[in-house]
Nanobody, 124 residues
Framework: QVQLVESGGGLVQAGGSLRLSCVGTGRTLSSYAMGWFRQVPGKDREFVADISWSAAVTYYADSVKGRFTISRDNAKNTVYLQMNSLKPEDTAVYYC?????????????????WGQGTQVTVSS
């Protein structure tokens, strides 16, 4: 089993930055591909970014490309999402997720493990 815990969310003004972290326990994350998703009330969970186990491959949703960066530090069992130039429409609960086989742009339903989420609120 893999347990995931997100942190780093908060309230930020439009144009600002936040860095989310996702720490894994139970098993090493180095053998898992990781993804970040977000969700607002009443809507489906939306793909944000993913990264292969070695960090050799990353993939982003068009809505965040050029503003967000996904990275990982396998020695720390941690995955990050650096979010720059934040917009009010980025407001959501952000979740990290893990799956053993990397395939870019995987839907949320194909991930095996999920964190509890961290709230990001961007004010205008």
């Amino acid at each position: 089993q893999v347990q995931l815990v997100e942190s780093g969310g908060g309230l930020v003004q439009a144009g600002g930055s936040l860095r989310l972290s996702c720490v894994g326990t139970g098993r090493t994350l180095s053998s898992y591909a990781m993804g970040w998703f977000r969700q607002v009330p009443g809507k489906d969970r939306e793909f944000v970014a993913d990264i292969s186990w070695s960090a050799a491959v990353t993939y982003y949703a068009d809505s965040v490309k050029g503003r967000f960066t996904i990275s990982r530090d396998n020695a720390k069992n941690t995955v990050y999402l650096q979010m720059n130039s934040l917009k009010p429409e980025d407001t959501a609960v952000y979740y990290c997720a893990a799956v053993q086989l990397y395939r870019r742009g995987r839907s949320s339903g194909t991930y095996d493990y999920w964190g509890q989420g961290t709230q990001v609120t961007v004010s205008s």
